[in-house]
Each structure stands twice: as structure tokens, then as C-alpha cells.
């Protein structure tokens, strides 16, 4: 078999081949696995553009296997025999309640998991299967159900809302706010700023204070913004929170505020989900989500309905 590229499959792609040639329908495949036909369908197109061959035959009736896609099911069938062997291997839980949600690291452990039993247990149980990467993943390719992430707008082949925006204000560990005291704006450029991916955030609250602010050799830079706080936090300069996700940390002391001054965030929250009619499930987590979010009804029935 010729590849198309070096690239290894991932694990759903064989998942949604194996289900396919076990029932003979896509449909039945995306039913065994909480799937939507759609993304079954793709998984089956990307293995065989990376096989360059075909492996189902089509028909009214559902799908066949090929030769050629008999032999590879062979070989899966054997391959996941040898996985299940292995007694400590994670088993992804799957099922009609299981809903695959997508996040950057700081919105999981900072904004979703306090949340996390909320989510899942009222009004009814479900379970979420939390994805945590820093990639903008393709949701349908990959069966996710929902993203949480950060951003500037919407994305395309994704549907979007905003869930709520961010107004920003500058903070630091308790010892160096002692140091940095009350007083202009402009003397917090004595001490380093501490960026997340870029400074843009940075960049709008001084530019509302009327200073313009490029990054400067003291200043650092972490990508993620859970270790943003703990910089703030073990004292190495100056950072900005983004409400809700500081609540906690302020509340406990661990970091305060410096300047009472706020200024809005060019990156708010927004929710994603695949085009096409999402599952039962997806869709009651996105209302819960959209509930600790304080978003609009309005907004929520738009963005469930919505496939552009």
C-alpha cells in the first residue's frame, strides 16, 4: 500500500475503519461511536488519501469492503486484539451522555474544570471527554463535539459565538504590589511585564492609559497562561488578569491587583462546534456552558442552529 504522506493516522481514523467495516454503513459507525455520519465519512476519506486507494465500496445499501480494505481490517483487527492484551491501558469512555470537548490548557484548569461537576451533573449526567491542546484541531475530523478557546473572531469551517469578553487589569505577587504602590500608570514600566502568547494585551491597557508599549528585553514571556500566574505569583514582574480566570487566585491573596484601572482584552472567549446538526448531547453541554458563561439564549439558539 503507497502512502500519501509520512504522517501517522490517528487512532480515530482506524476507530471509524474498523466500526465502518464491522456494521457496513457509516451511519451505523457514527452511531456505535457518538459520531455524526459527516465525521465518520471524512475519517474513511483521509485513510484512503493516505493509502491512495479506495477501501469501501459505496452503494444504497451501505459499504463493502475492497480487497484491498479487507486486508487492511485484517490487520487492525489484529493490531487492536494485541492494544486490549494491555490490562493499563486508558479506555475512552464512550457512549449517547459522552460529549468530546476541546480546550487550551489555562481555559481547562482555570475557567472549565471549577466548573467541570456543574457541566456534567445538572440537570441531567453527562460525561466530558476533555481534549487539552494548544493546536486549532479540525473538531469534525477529530470527533469533537465542542471548543472552548481564546481568540479574536470566528474560525473558519467551524461555527462560533462569543461567550463573553475580558476586561483587564494589571497584578503581581503581594511583596512586589508593596513595592509597586499607588500612583501613574507609567511606573509599572520599571518593573518587567509578563506576556502570555503575544503582547497585545499589554499593549491595550497602556494604550488606554496613553503610553505606547513594545516588549523589552526585561520583559518575559510564557505561552500558556497558567505559568503567567505563577511568574506574577513568585514575584518575577508584573502580569494582567483576565477575569474570570484570576477569581480564584485573587480571592485566595496569591496574586493582587496593582492598578484598579481596566481596559478591554483583543482576545475574548468563544465556543466552536463542527458544521452540521450536533448531537443531543453536544447540544446540552453547549447550553450549560453558555449558562456559566451568562450568554444570551438568543445567541445559544443561533449558534446551534447556525451552519455557516
Known sequence: MDHS????????????FDAAARTGSFSAAAEKLNLTHGAVSRQIAKLEDWLGLKVFERNARGVTLTIEGNRLHLRTTEAFALISVNSDRWVEPRGTAVVRLASIPSVSGLWLMPRMAALENHPTKLRIVLDVDNRQADLADEGID????????????RVSVQLFEEQIFPIASPELAKEIGRGDPARLLKYPLINDSDASAWRAWLAAQDIDYRPRPQDRRFEDYNLVLDAAAHGLGIALARPPLTADQ??????VAVDERVALNPVSYWMDRP??????????????????????????????????
Open 250 to 255: 485573587l480571592q485566595s491573596g496569591r496574586i
Open 5 to 16: 504522506s509520512d504522517q501517522i493516522l490517528p487512532l480515530e481514523t482506524l476507530r471509524a
Open 275 to 308: 458544521v452540521g446538526r450536533p448531537r443531543a448531547a453536544a447540544a446540552d453541554l453547549a447550553g450549560r456552558i453558555a449558562e456559566q458563561a451568562g450568554l444570551a439564549p438568543e445567541k445559544l439558539e443561533a449558534f446551534l442552529q447556525d451552519d455557516v
Open 146 to 157: 465542542l471548543s472552548v478557546r481564546c481568540g479574536r473572531g470566528r474560525i473558519p469551517g
